[in-house]
Nanobody, 115 residues
Framework: QVQLVESGGGLVQPGGSLRLSCVASTNIFRISTMAWYRQAPGKQRELVARITINDNTNYADSVKGRFTVSRNNAKNTMYLQMNNLKPEDTAVYYC?????????WGQGTQVTVSS
């Protein structure tokens, strides 16, 4: 099992920025599709951004142009740069790793956008 640890969440004002990080415990990271999901209170978990081993990316329509996902395979780390944050971005953000039939999750990091 891959251990995934997220960090970088916090409280930010609307229009602000945050960068989330997800560190994986094994080098399987380098051959895994990685993704960020989020879950707001009372809502289903939703895909935010995904990045493949070839650095192909896709984003939820709600974050396109504001969020950028990237990965550093040498550090087994994935990032999510979040700019122009909105109150509706408030949620717990989860890191996800997929390799074959393996599907692992981090514990989540809270992002709160509020004035």
């Amino acid at each position: 099992q891959v251990q995934l640890v997220e960090s970088g969440g916090g409280l930010v004002q609307p229009g602000g920025s945050l960068r989330l990080s997800c560190v994986a415990s094994t080098n399987i990271f380098r051959i895994s599709t990685m993704a960020w999901y989020r879950q707001a209170p009372g809502k289903q978990r939703e895909l935010v951004a995904r990045i493949t081993i070839n650095d192909n990316t896709n984003y939820a329509d709600s974050v396109k142009g504001r969020f950028t996902v990237s990965r550093n395979n040498a550090k087994n780390t994935m990032y999510l740069q979040m700019n122009n944050l909105k109150p509706e971005d408030t949620a717990v953000y989860y890191c996800n790793s997929q390799f074959g039939s393996k599907n692992d999750w981090g514990q989540g990091t809270q992002v709160t956008v509020s004035s």
